[in-house]
Structures are given as structure tokens and as C-alpha cells.
């Protein structure tokens, strides 16, 4: 049994909610377990796959110097595009892992292994979010549609991953950032170095940050058999996240100093200082580390919304000046 873990304190709350959420006090009660599968009430899933779309966004208008009107219905629509497909994905990991679920003590209040929802109600409310998605994305050039459609791959391969790899996290980091180079061609309308090297950058932030999740689960875990990096590192999770830091910050720096290159002095100082404050929130979170502490585990992963908006606020600063 985990350590630290938290108990719902309302009938159908799941357990790593967030505590007064919005769905468990506000939303229709009937609409409740379907907001709870999309993970409504732990908002910071959807921060983590909408921030890399920003980035991707911001790096394209730094890259070609060009600010368009339709670059902020890109900024606005891929917040609800986010949200949506961060529910459906969360939808389907809950019905691929509805077994598994229900053997580990953080998950098994989760709507379809309490019993909150039927699997074909699952199944349908999964469909509904993509296909809203799906009217959203096909507002985008044809380039971007194709890219997003494509991305569709990776959702259905990720709740399988820790069945035969003990390094799933890396199939979640090429989902999550998808958007990196989704928005960055919306605006663009190609790929190029830079926004491959700041999608690269993006999968070891999830790295960093989805292992330090991980690290809740372990015991459970490895009672039911599943992997991850937090049961492979074992001891030595610290060895590894500051790899993954290093990693993702010279990445990171490679990106920003391409495309910034035809920008003014500013423009750069403030875009690698962004990446400079990045870097020193990520530190501070591989300083309070704790493994045994879930508490700890789950404010530092919580945390990663700040890390990944510090970065896009230099960024929206950097193409303004």
C-alpha cells in the first residue's frame, strides 16, 4: 500500500483530486463521473499538454518574425483543443487500465472501477471529446491536420506502454508534446530544426516530470506487474532526473538560440532567460525530492504547470520586443 495516500472525502471523489475542485462542488451531478474520466478535477494534465502547444506557437512567430491574427485563435483554440484531448486520452487510459485500476489504491476510486460509469458509456463519452477535437483542428492548415490526426497513434499506444516497457514515460513525452510541433507548423506551415529540438527537449521534461508521478505508484506497481522508470531507477531517481534535466535545457538552448537569431539583443536575453528560470524551477524540484513522500511527490509534479509557464511568458515577452 502506498504511503501518504489520500482518501476521497466525497461519495465518487476520486483520491488524487484536487481537494475542492470545481467538479465534486459545482458541476451537474449526473455530468460528474464524466468530467471525473476526463480528469476535470486534476486540471494540471491539461495544463502539462497545452503549455508545449504554446511553446511550439511562440517559437514559430520568434522563428519567421511574423505575428498573424489567426495566430491567436491558434493560442485560444488550442486551450480548448487541449482540454478536450487530454479528457479523451484520460478517458481511454481509464478503460485500458480499468483492471488495473481497480488493484492500486490511488486509482481504484476512479469512475469506471468504482462503478461510476459502464465501459460503454466510457466508450462514448471518449468519442464525443474527439470528435469536438477533431472540428476544432480541422479549422488548422492541411499540414497541422495531418499532424494532429497522426497524433492519435501515440494516445492509443501510451496505456499499453508500462505493459512492455519499463519506460512508458517516453511514449506520454511523444504525446504530450505533440504539440510542439502541431502548432508550430499552424503557424509556419513546415518543421524545421529548432522545433524539433524543443520537442525533443519537451519529452525529457515529461521524463523529469511523469517519473517523479511514477514514484506514488511503485509498490503497487510492482504487485500487479506493470512498469516504469520509477520501478527501474529504483534508488538512484536522482542519478536520472538530472540527466533529464541536462538534456532538455541544452536542447532547449540549441532552439532558442537558432531561432533567435535574426531577433534583437533583448529579444534573446529575455528568451534564455526564460530558459535560465526554467531550468532553476526544475532544480529546485530535484532538490525537494522525496520518494517516500507522496505528498511531496505530488505538489513537485503539480508543479511543472509554473516550471512550464515561465517559459512561455519570456517567450510572449521575447516576440514583443
Known amino acids: 500500500m502506498s504511503q501518504n495516500s489520500t482518501k476521497p472525502d466525497k461519495p465518487g471523489q476520486v483520491a ?88 492500486v489504491e490511488r486509482t481504484r476510486s476512479r469512475p469506471i472501477p468504482s462503478g461510476q460509469v459502464t465501459l460503454i458509456q466510457a466508450i462514448a463519452w471518449m468519442l464525443m471529446q474527439i470528435g469536438l477535437a477533431g472540428f476544432i483542428l480541422l479549422s488548422y492548415n492541411l499540414s497541422s491536420i495531418i499532424l494532429g490526426f497522426s497524433s492519435l497513434l501515440l494516445v492509443a499506444i501510451y496505456p499499453f506502454a508500462k505493459r512492455f516497457t519499463w519506460w512508458p514515460q517516453v511514449f506520454l513525452g511523444l504525446a ?20 524539433i529540438s524543443l520537442y525533443i527537449a519537451g519529452i525529457f521534461w515529461t521524463l523529469f516530470y511523469d517519473t517523479i508521478y511514477a514514484y506514488q505508484d511503485t509498490q503497487d506497481d510492482l504487485l500487479i506487474g506493470v512498469k516504469s522508470t520509477a520501478i527501474l531507477f529504483g534508488q538512484d531517481a536522482k542519478k536520472w532526473l538530472i540527466i533529464f534535466i541536462i538534456f532538455c535545457i541544452s536542447l532547449m538552448v540549441a532552439s532558442v538560440f537558432i ?48 516550471a512550464g509557464l515561465i517559459f512561455t511568458i519570456f517567450l510572449c515577452l521575447a516576440i514583443w520586443v
Not at 487530454?86 to 478503460?95: L, S
Not at 535560465?276 to 505530488?298: G, T
Open 16 to 103: 488524487d483530486a484536487v481537494k475542492g475542485n470545481w467538479v465534486d462542488n459545482l458541476a451537474p451531478i449526473k455530468l460528474r463521473p464524466y468530467l471525473r474520466l476526463s480528469r476535470a478535477d486534476r486540471p494540471i494534465g491539461t495544463w502539462l499538454l497545452l503549455i508545449p502547444c504554446w511553446w511550439g506557437l511562440l517559437i514559430g512567430i520568434l522563428e519567421d518574425e511574423k505575428l498573424f491574427a489567426n495566430d491567436f485563435w491558434l493560442f485560444f483554440s488550442c486551450a480548448v483543443g487541449a482540454l478536450l484531448m487530454r479528457g479523451a486520452g484520460c478517458t481511454w487510459n481509464d478503460i485500458s487500465d480499468r483492471k488495473i485500476d481497480g488493484a
Open 176 to 195: 504530450f508534446n505533440w504539440g510542439i510541433l502541431l502548432l508550430f507548423v499552424a503557424h509556419t506551415g513546415g518543421l524545421s530544426w529548432p522545433i
Open 259 to 306: 531561432v533567435t537569431q535574426e531577433r534583437t539583443i533583448l529579444s534573446k536575453i529575455i528568451s534564455f532567460f526564460g530558459v535560465f528560470i526554467f531550468f532553476l524551477h526544475l532544480c529546485f524540484q530535484w532538490q525537494n525530492f522525496d520518494a517516500q513522500n507522496n505528498k511531496v511527490l505530488l505538489n513537485l509534479f503539480r508543479s511543472n504547470r509554473n
